[in-house]
């Protein structure tokens, strides 16, 4: 685990805070937890990211990058679109968790994330330009669209555990399935 | 504030513990507090009620119960159940916080709340009947359609700060014909 490089350690750090804040939440979460998951001193955190809070935001970031590369939005296919966000929540369920942690606790900080803010003005232009070329529905606005698009997406990952007792036999694909099948039914309203 | 009536403290009680733990979850949340807000001792809470677990799960339940009252499922008219969902929700801001505190925390607490199991199981059957006499989309399976309903009633409590500060001109109508229209759209499928 031992590196002496400092990317690589900031690379360590920022995994190893993902996962302390989606599971205690950013009140929660304890820095020297942090860096002993990663295998640094507590004291490089505080240098290479500043406070807990700048932690947070620097995770928060990182988050919104890897889904933009790894996720990008397709208006020629939104539907897949919205499966491809299940994908990466499920195959990630920290990163759910931790933005369910922050919806929870920003009242606390009301400051809006640079990165997240940019990236949604961005879709909604995207799916605003698809719409007027005719190629999506226009039975919503853009913005409550992609609003619409990225709740179903994660329907499964913000249901109660009441409820997802009942689908505990569901699979996977069938999962996604309901998700892609929602928001194509939506597309051709 | 002072009452003599048993029923009336208690009723005290849930409102005041309903508050604290949708400010700050289950971990968060302090007894005192909650008797404070509500005029009694704090002895007398866990005479009526237990522990801080049991207190909650008193809350919950009497969530579940005023949203069955208030809000029941309508399944000739599944678009306004979903509208009448986010009325109570608009109204009641502090309800859908304990919901989203209650996922986050429950990795703790698995057992599941047996009012909440019931009304889902019942919510299931309810459009299941529907569906075998014809009179809804068979789509999805009733158990899928109701997870769907349910995650778009509450698109914009779920929503990232990021988001709603995009929508943070819309009117509470237009906020809640986005929801009837899509899962009027669904129920065309």
Do not use: C
Request: hydrophobic residues 45%; negative net charge.
């Amino acid at each position: 685990m031992a590196t002496r490089d400092p990317e690589a350690k900031k690379r360590l750090l920022l995994d190893a805070a993902l996962r302390e804040f989606a599971a205690h939440g950013i009140a929660g979460a304890r820095v020297d937890q942090i860096a002993r998951a990663a295998g640094v001193s507590a004291g490089l955190v505080y240098t290479y990211f500043g406070s807990k809070d700048d932690l947070f935001a620097a995770v928060f970031d990182d988050i919104v990058a890897g889904t933009l590369t790894s996720t990008p939005i397709t208006p020629d296919d939104l539907a897949e679109y919205a499966g491809r966000l299940f994908d990466r929540y499920e195959d990630r369920p920290e990163v759910q968790r931790f933005v369910n942690w922050y919806r929870l606790e920003a009242a606390s900080t009301p400051q809006l994330h640079p990165a997240s803010l940019a990236s949604m003005v961005e879709k909604t232009r995207i799916i605003q330009e698809a719409q007027e070329a005719g190629t999506i529905t226009r039975f919503l606005p853009a913005v409550d669209l992609l609003g619409v698009i990225l709740q179903l997406a994660s329907v499964w990952e913000n249901a109660t555990p009441e409820y997802s007792s009942l689908v505990a036999g569901h699979t996977r694909g069938q999962r996604r399935k309901v998700i892609t099948d929602s928001v194509a039914a939506l597309l051709r309203a």
